[in-house]
């Protein structure tokens, strides 16, 4: 009875052993048809945005094999030229790191319809062509949360918020932290400026230092390279005003003033939608959520513990789904 189990035992060992090369070898000939290439509006390194889609591009090659490459800090009026260039050298996947690229990537998968494309938008593309993947960012929920933490913790009864464009997405993020005051009942102002860049923290330190001197004492920034004047301006008052900041930790540029992130990932989205186009399945609306990309960053510094415990909680109901947040991106007047 022993010899013949270890016969049946040795017998599936073969067998398991034999389909995992099988389905590893059929998974990597698939990846070495493709070569995606990643076009990033800022640098790879600045512990941000382009950050995060450098890592989501890391993630791809690692995970499935696929072949990859970049271009950092490319502005608009140079997108179609850097894509073309891309697909010219035999990339079939190319995906547009911003919201500023969609409509040139929509327009050059048109013309391009057997090459693959990501693109980015605040909202879902209606009609999405078949050789298009649209992460949709959904960022009016992170906005959400730590407007919500926001409110909570001041003391002045007035938080700011501090961006960079006037562009649906602040505007969507702006209505959100509204709409979190007015769930949570609270007697709290926002007050929203925009600095003309994300990434000019001279600009941003200005406009923190108004916040400050009209007796803001949290801030919300949703910039980039920006948020380094923010904390600035925050060091230069002191521990009392507080830094809420967005994409990555940034607790080491203002240890005493930071408080918590909106984060975001794109690993596991990007990772999804490569495996989704090696498997055939060439386009749609990707939804970023919090299952798929958005959380906030806890526990919480520089706050109490009766406000970490509130922060947890809502977290919590947030991710249960407890908690819908509008998309409003209607423009302030």
């Known amino acids: 009875m022993f010899k013949r189990t270890l016969q049946i035992g040795c017998l599936l060992m073969l067998l398991a052993l034999m389909v995992g090369c099988g389905g ?4 990597a000939e698939n990846a070495s048809e493709f070569k995606l290439a990643a076009v990033f ?19 791809v090659n690692a995970d499935l094999g696929v072949e990859t490459a970049f271009s950092e800090s490319v502005a608009v009026p140079d997108v179609v030229r850097v894509m073309r260039e ?30 693959n494309f990501i693109a980015e938008a605040d909202a879902a593309v209606d009609d999405v062509p078949e050789n298009v993947w649209v992460i949709v960012r959904n960022m009016e929920i992170g906005a959400y949360g730590v407007g919500a933490v926001a409110a909570q913790m001041t003391e002045t009864g007035k938080i700011g918020y501090i961006t960079g464009l006037t562009l649906p997405l602040t505007y969507a993020e702006y209505h959100a932290i509204e709409q979190a005051i007015g ?25 923190a230092d108004t916040l400050i001197a009209e007796d803001v004492d949290v801030i919300v920034s949703s910039l980039n390279l920006g948020t380094l004047g923010v904390f600035e301006a925050a060091k230069a008052v002191g521990p009392e005003i507080k830094v809420i900041a967005k994409y990555t930790d940034k607790s080491e540029f203002a240890p005493d003033n930071y408080v918590t992130s909106a984060l975001y990932d794109f690993e596991g989205p990007l990772t999804d939608i490569v495996g989704s186009i090696l498997d055939g399945e060439r386009g749609g609306n ?15 510094t520089n706050a109490s513990d009766e406000t970490n415990t509130f922060a947890e909680e809502l977290l919590a109901d947030m991710k249960a789904g407890d908690i819908e947040v509008i998309k409003d991106t209607t423009p302030l007047e």
Request: glycine share 12%; hydrophobic share 40%; net charge negative.
């Open 24 to 27: 590893g070898d059929d998974t």
């Open 41 to 59: 509006p800022g640098t790879i390194t600045d512990a941000d945005y382009n950050t995060l889609g450098n890592l989501g591009i890391e993630a």
């Open 86 to 115: 891309y697909i010219d050298d035999g990339f079939n996947i190319i995906f547009t790191h911003g919201g500023q690229f969609l409509s040139q990537t929509l327009e050059l998968a048109a013309e391009f319809p057997d090459v």
């Open 183 to 207: 769930d949570l009942g609270l007697d709290v102002e926002v007050i929203p400026v925009w600095v003309g860049d994300f990434n000019d923290p001279s600009k941003a330190r200005e406009l």
């Open 286 to 300: 990707y939804h970023l959520g919090f299952d798929t990309g958005i959380d906030m960053q806890l526990p919480l």
